[in-house]
């Protein structure tokens, strides 16, 4: 599972538009959030709407929050994602197997079956986030947060049973032609993140969609091919597992 | 109001709602006039989460009595909300107790919460959650565990944990559910409890690069009852504790000296400055006579 997490304070003003080029990481599997942070004034009008459609072409969700929420909310989207996903293959695939449209219309011994499996899901499947940081002038007094949110979800994702890894950009890049720069490749160790944004220079432009497009693709030279399916498959019928509650165990 | 459920078919009336979270209700009911607690929640796959963890624990669980007594549908409004049946447990959250019993009433409520937890741990689960809206205790210093959210099975990563009481966000350990994460939090927990007002100052002006369970053990050490825990505090924030029940053992020990704490009103530091005033008087009088 791949998600992009986009952290930042405004919106693009240069290149391609960050909500196609969310809507293309999404047709590449990968989910885009968005989280804005907000300190004193506010986002603007621009600024709010431009993160709910990145985070709406992307399959994700928006937040806005101030700077102590950050590591939080970080923490928070990612699991929310990843349990989300899980969801709704999930359903789907309940509703091409049993023809029902969510786990809720289940009798609740054939509930409590698919959500530990969900569960289970949510724990093992592997999962890389991908940060990519507004480093723009704004930003700058929030660094110090979002480094500790980085340091935040890492140790959440170093705790789970599955494989996990996270990797952090920061945008815009030195030149025009790099939108944005590596600061961490995947990494799956807390042990090692120092100082994450050490050498940022001050550039006025935000190329947040070229940015997104950039991560998309460094999902794609590391991952190969990442159109990976949820390995997933309902218990067989009549499949009984001890740690499942019947109903008549109770009442 | 009075419902049906759906698949069991036992008939509950909602008497008083106990307590909301952002997952669900809590209603205080009666089913046959014997009153249970019905969680109400808001996403079928969420409660049954829950309600699976409770359902494990029953079977883990040696001769207690039964906590988890039903799991249904509701049909209300016009629509179906997923809920559970709990024995249904007085008490009242940790902070309350504190205030109304006073902080020597820690030491049988402390040892209690840790009975509880041994029981969990021995069971192969976690609590993840603990915090004081999670402990209720009982008048006679009995504690119960809501909210199961958190819980979640050995060796797995924490479902639910709250900020301060995570050793994450302390930078002591990361979020595997172990035995020490639960005592990590009962160590925040108390100190919660007793000296909420400083530690929660502690948590706004901290910078993050700068939290370590040391920040929370020079509030311990400066309080007047915590510090007798200092110890205790110093093993379960740092995880050094062999089980659970060594944890209890410790507890016990070392709250019996709770009971030769600063009487209530004195805090400690102004005990000990009185105690300093004597001695420079004492040494004053001494120089005086050799003079």
């Not at chain 1, 599972?1 to 304070?9: A, F, P, R, Y």
């Amino acid at each position: 599972m791949n998600q992009i997490l986009l952290i930042t304070d405004g919106h693009s003003n240069v290149g391609e538009s960050p909500v196609l080029a969310a809507s293309r990481a999404l047709a590449q599997d990968i989910i885009v959030n968005v989280i804005g942070v907000v300190d004193e004034g506010e986002l603007g009008l621009a600024g709010a709407e431009e993160i709910e459609s990145i985070a709406r072409a992307g399959g994700g969700m928006s937040r806005i929050v101030s700077s102590p929420m950050l590591a939080q909310t970080v923490q928070m989207m990612t699991q929310q994602t990843v349990v989300g996903t899980i969801r709704m293959t999930v359903n789907k695939e309940l509703r091409q197997l049993l023809g029902v449209d969510s786990v809720a219309e289940l009798p609740p011994p054939k509930r409590a079956e698919v959500v530990r499996m969900m569960e289970d899901l949510s724990e093992t499947t592997r999962l890389r986030v991908a940060l990519l940081i507004d480093a723009s002038a704004s930003m700058r007094p929030k660094l110090n947060a979002v480094e500790e949110a980085v340091r935040d979800l890492a140790i959440s994702l170093q705790s789970r049973q599955g494989e996990s890894a996270v990797a952090v950009f920061h945008f815009p890049g030195e030149d025009p032609y790099e939108p944005c720069v590596l600061d961490l490749p995947w990494t799956d160790r807390v042990d090692g993140l120092g100082k994450l944004f050490r050498n940022i220079r001050m550039q006025g432009t935000t190329p947040t969609g070229p940015a997104l497009l950039r991560v998309v693709e460094y999902f794609r030279e590391t991952c190969g091919n990442i159109k990976e399916k949820t390995e997933l498959s309902l218990p067989p019928h009549g499949w009984e597992d001890p740690d499942v509650m019947r109903s008549g165990d109770v009442g | 109001m009075v419902f049906k459920g759906k698949w069991n078919g036992n008939v509950y009336r909602l008497e008083r709602l106990l307590g909301a979270g952002s997952n669900g209700q809590v209603w205080l009911a009666s089913r046959g006039g014997v009153p249970c607690a019905l969680k109400l929640g808001l996403d079928a796959a969420d409660l049954q989460g829950e309600t699976n963890i409770l359902a494990a624990l029953e079977r883990g669980g040696r001769n207690r009595t039964p906590y988890l007594l039903d799991a249904d549908d509701a049909r209300l409004g016009g629509q179906d909300i997923p809920f559970y049946a709990m024995r249904y447990v007085p008490g009242m959250p940790v902070r309350q107790f504190v205030r109304r019993r006073g902080p020597r009433a820690v030491a049988a409520a402390g040892s209690h919460l840790l009975d509880r937890l041994a029981e969990l741990h021995e069971a192969g689960w976690v609590f993840g959650d603990l915090k004081c809206d999670n402990v209720l205790v009982a008048p006679g210093g009995q504690v119960t565990l809501v909210d199961y959210g958190g819980a979640t099975r050995i060796g797995r990563s924490v479902r639910q944990f709250t900020e301060i009481y995570d050793r994450g966000y302390w930078r002591a350990g990361n979020r595997t559910a172990e035995p020490a994460y639960d005592w990590f939090s009962a160590a925040v927990l108390w100190v919660h409890a007793l000296d909420g007002d400083r530690l929660m100052r502690l948590t706004r002006t901290l910078p993050p690069q700068n939290r370590h369970p040391r920040e929370l053990l020079r509030l311990v050490h400066t309080h007047p009852y915590l510090r007798h825990m200092e110890i205790w505090m110093r093993m379960a924030l740092e995880g050094r504790f062999s089980d659970t029940r060594e944890a209890t053992r410790r507890w016990r020990e070392q709250a019996v000296r709770l009971d030769h704490a600063a009487p209530d009103g004195i805090p400690g530091w102004m005990a000990g400055m009185a105690a300093a005033t004597l001695v420079l008087g004492a040494a004053t009088a001494v120089l005086w006579f050799v003079r």
